[in-house]
């Protein structure tokens, strides 16, 4: 198992390397792993972050995982800003979530989604990094036989100001190793930081421009055998029967085999040979009952939820029913969304060596803790005699949070032991076989009184729960509280921006076979088109400016108001249009800590045809730990929503999902790319996420303009098939 | 014919049949034991080994698999190990520059473009080809000439990093 070694080098010579400091925790050497998880977790886990190499280099240890949004960088910002390193000697590594299971959970929460990789771990890993920094300096105060108060350290460097001595921590490592860790640990005051805030370069870009950089689909390992599988393409369906025969002689065919019930795959020397000899194996499937199910079943379900009789409750204030009833007019509408594949770049992937004794997995993955549970049950083996072994992703987007292609590619694995099988999905599997954005409608109803101004409001949700697949057991007596993200009338992450007098914001659940997950923005996405392109709606029903109308609302909401109030101001709005531009749009919405807003300017030529000229989004994040990569996530997170909005759409004939490729399921391309512009506007005094707030008003922020452009109302996702020209 | 590598392993018929492909990838001959039916991107992923070059759709509709032959930026998973010959040349992102400092390669370092990283190989490889053809494309050639899909969504900084590759360049 070379190969794998020279894949993680830093992890090789960590393990030989003699005389590093590894805070308070010694990474056992390969094959002693079993020894390493006997031993009882002594150490507080802030200690578990940093290692100093006697060379200087600097090792940090990460539990997220870094799929593009720039987490390793954002990390070891925080790490550096207590340890006081050289930062050009930063290099990072993954730490297994075995090792952590072994260490009581020393790495703390591997989750990297819901925009919290920096956010959640902020703390701990700043601590980590202030631990080792005053263990370095108590080290060589105590060589020096001085006071550590007579001591500082600066790029990786002690000294010792009244004599003006320096040790390197290199040469400090050792010695620090053995010292006991502070306890308490401080912390600086923010307005000390120099590392936190700084828009440093990533750490991760050079691999990334030279194809150096090894993904999980890219990993060869001596003797491997790659696996491509299928599933039944109607979800909870089974094989019936498939004739292997057919296939097995075929050129470097080593095995077909079915994959739990549901699934065959077949092995074989190449992908190549893998994916032809499937697409060449007869195979019968039995769909059951969920074959009968299409897109208009599952609209006919959804519509009927918008005025069912009982609904989970979200958000009530006084009686929006009786003031709905009571009002001189009404404003009704019903919009819905779509189910969207994540479809990341690098298609479902996992290398996995199965013996009867040990189960390792080598993958691409959110959470390298829930995989571990994953690869543990479909290999049949305790936790404590598997691990997963993390490799950058090749994009995310909360399909890797979920471990569905792992366990079938241990299932494969497990029937060929001891060899190194790749499990590899081919694009289509990756598109039929996605966990998908949830489907939902909405009808809302506003009442106005006589002067226009709105006296309740009643926003009925209808449709899929992702918790109810995903974590049942987090439902609230069958409540989802996830469903009203954005909704909430309070709370730090993700609350309304708006009073009115009455409110009800319900959910009839109605599911549907086809599974749904987070993804990127998650109810976020739905919540903030039905709730912003509403409000534009009732702004134009009642003559008023839809800022106006909004800041009338927001007054209790100050921070809500000051990221809407940025990006209005940017785009010059009530002002004269840029040449070309046809109408302007905005919306705002609260999620995953951060205050956010969009402003757009669109055209819709005499065609149909929709340009996006230009969006400014602004975000409130709290703490903005790296203001550069926060506009990259900004301009990323608005491809992927305009993505969705331009053409994001699964359908759903005889119970299976329709687009199979990039052909069906379109994204975005560079040529529709509008210009960016981000207002960072941290107000400080709490970290919210990045990665994921701005996804949320790309999309009612740019239909809004469509109406300003064009007078028409657009309420359902996506554009693709829709007739935007002029009203 | 080359007679299969393994001697367990059949060969079934014509249709499948592995033959001896000659190519010339990043300026060396190497040979390749595959059906000839195989696309260009699984032999230089699987058999020639290298894997910098990346499979995102099958159907050329995401450049992800770019490459260059002579030149010219193609889609390698909708081309045929057949339909390449050894006279022609084959480059690919680990062969784009020798030390990984072509302008664009360098623009993209400096504007910090990739994110997670994917598509980034075939986004490189025809923005090479787009500046090798137009020194200094306009951003309509540039709207024309790069149809990768990105999922990250790194599509301004891409352009961003074109422009810059040419400034680099003019400047020395
Ligand atoms: S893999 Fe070739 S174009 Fe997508
Ligand atoms: S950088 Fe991730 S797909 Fe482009």
Redesign the interface.
């Given at each position: 198992m070379n190969k794998i070694d020279r894949i993680r080098p830093s992890r090789r010579s960590l393990l030989k390397g003699a005389g590093a400091l590894v805070v308070g925790f010694h990474l056992a050497p390969k094959g002693a792993l079993a020894q390493a998880a006997a031993t009882p977790a002594q150490t507080p886990e802030i200690n578990a972050w940093v290692v100093v190499h006697p060379d200087d280099r600097i090792v940090l240890r990460m539990a997220r995982s870094e799929m593009g949004q720039g987490t390793r960088t954002g990390l070891c910002q925080m790490i550096a800003e207590e340890l006081h390193c050289d930062w050009s000697r930063i290099e990072t590594e993954y730490v297994t979530p075995g090792q952590s299971l072994a260490r009581n959970r020393a790495w703390g929460n591997f989750l990297t989604a819901g925009s919290q990789g920096i956010r959640q771990s902020q703390d701990y890993v700043r601590r980590g990094g202030a631990a080792a920094r005053i263990m370095l300096i108590e080290a060589a105060a105590s060589q020096w036989g001085v006071p550590a108060a007579e001591c500082s350290a600066r790029d990786s460097v002690v000294t010792h100001a009244p004599t003006g001595r320096t040790l390197r921590y290199g040469q400090l490592a050792a010695a620090a190793a053995r010292l006991t860790p502070p306890n308490p640990v401080p912390l600086k005051d923010p307005r000390e930081w120099t590392v936190i805030g700084q828009s440093k370069p990533r750490l991760d870009t050079a691999a990334k421009t030279t194809g150096a950089l090894v993904y999980g689909a890219d990993l060869k390992m001596p003797g491997m055998l790659v696996a491509v599988p299928r599933r039944c393409p109607v979800f909870g369906g089974r094989v019936k029967s498939f004739d292997a025969a057919a296939v097995r002689n075929r050129p470097g065919v080593r095995h077909v085999l079915a994959v739990g019930e549901n699934a065959v795959a077949v092995v074989a020397d190449t992908f190549w040979q893998a994916k032809t000899a499937l697409d060449a194996l007869p195979v019968e499937w039995d769909g059951g009952e969920n074959a009968r199910v299409s897109s208009a079943t599952i609209d006919a379900r959804l519509t009927e939820g918008l005025d069912a009789a009982e609904a989970f409750v979200g958000n009530s204030q006084g009686d929006a029913r009786a003031a709905i009833a009571g009002a001189a007019r009404k404003v009704e509408a019903v919009y819905s969304y779509p189910f969207q594949n994540h479809a990341p770049m690098e298609p479902m992937n996992a290398t996995v060596v199965w013996t009867p004794q040990r189960c390792d997995v080598w993958c691409p993955t959110q959470n390298g803790e829930a995989a571990l549970v994953a690869a543990s049950q479909a290999a049949g083996l305790p936790q404590q005699q598997c691990d997963i072994h993390r490799m950058d992703l090749g994009g995310g987007f909360g399909r890797r949070t979920t471990h569905d292609w792992l366990a079938d590619a241990v299932l494969i694995a497990r029937q060929v032991p001891g060899v190194p099988i790749k499990t590899m999905w081919t694009r289509e599997e990756d598109m039929v076989q996605g966990r998908y954005h949830p489907v939902t409608k909405c009808k809302l109803t506003a009442g106005l009184d006589a002067n226009g101004e709105v006296t309740g409001l009643h926003m009925r949700i209808s449709g899929q729960s992702i918790l109810s697949f995903v974590f049942p057991n987090a439902l609230q007596n069958g409540r989802d509280p996830v469903q009203f993200q954005g909704l909430n009338a309070s709370g730090a992450e993700s609350a309304i921006g708006y009073t009115f007098p009455n409110l009800l914001i319900d959910h009839a659940m109605r599911n549907t076979h086809v599974p749904p997950h987070f993804w990127r923005g998650v109810n976020h996405n739905q919540n903030a088109i039905y709730l912003e392109c509403f409000l534009d709606e009732v702004a134009h029903a009642t003559n008023q400016d839809p800022l106006a109308l909004r800041r009338k609302l927001m007054a209790n909401h100050p921070k809500h108001r000051a990221v809407l109030d940025a990006v209005a101001e940017r785009i010059g709005w009530g002002g004269p249009l840029p040449a070309g531009v046809q109408g302007r749009g905005i919306a705002q919405q609260m999620g995953f800590g951060s205050y956010v807003a969009a402003a757009a300017e669109v055209s819709v030529s005499p065609r149909g045809e929709l340009t996006i000229h230009r969006i400014v989004a602004a975000t409130d994040c709290g703490v903005a730990v790296n203001p550069k990569q926060i506009e990259m996530q900004v301009e990323g997170s608005f491809v992927y929503g305009l993505s969705a909005l331009l053409y994001g759409e699964c359908t759903v004939k005889d119970g299976a999902i329709e687009q199979t490729n990039f052909d069906t399921y379109n994204v975005l391309r560079l040529a529709e790319m509008p210009k960016v512009e981000t207002i960072v506007m941290p107000s400080g005094g709490f970290w919210g996420g990045v990665g994921e707030p701005t996804i949320m008003v790309a999309a009612p922020a740019v239909l809004n303009a469509i109406f300003a452009a064009t007078g028409k109302r657009i309420r359902s996702v996506p554009l693709k098939d829709q007739d935007l020209r002029r009203a | 014919m080359v007679p299969?590598s393994?001697g367990e392993?059949?060969?079934?018929g014509r249709e499948?049949?592995?033959a001896m492909t000659r190519l010339n990838v990043n300026g060396r001959l190497v040979e390749v034991n595959?059906?000839p039916d195989?696309?260009l991107l699984?032999a230089i992923?699987?058999?020639v080994?290298?894997?910098?070059?990346?499979?995102?759709?099958?159907?050329a509709?995401?450049g992800?698999c770019t490459v260059h032959i002579d030149g010219q930026p193609i889609r390698s998973c909708a081309t045929l190990l057949s339909a390449v010959s050894e006279t022609q040349k084959i480059v690919?992102?680990?062969g784009?520059s020798p030390d990984?400092n072509h302008p664009i390669?360098r623009a993209?370092?400096e504007l910090?473009?990739?994110?997670?990283?994917?598509?980034?190989?075939g986004m490189?490889m025809a923005a090479a080809a787009l500046l090798a053809e137009k020194p200094q494309p306009t951003d309509a050639d540039?709207?024309?000439a790069?149809?990768?899909?990105?999922?990250?969504?790194?599509?301004?900084?891409?352009?961003a990093g074109i422009h810059a590759a040419v400034r680099g360049r003019t400047s020395g």
């Open positions: - | 299969p393994r392993q059949r060969v079934s499948h049949a592995i595959a059906d195989t696309p699984w992923r699987d058999h080994g290298l894997t910098g070059t990346k499979y995102g759709c099958g159907i509709a995401c992800a690919t992102i680990e784009l990984g390669q993209w370092r910090d473009v990739p994110q997670c990283g994917f598509c980034q190989s490189i540039i709207d024309e790069m149809t990768n899909i990105c999922r990250c969504g790194t599509y301004n900084r891409v352009r």
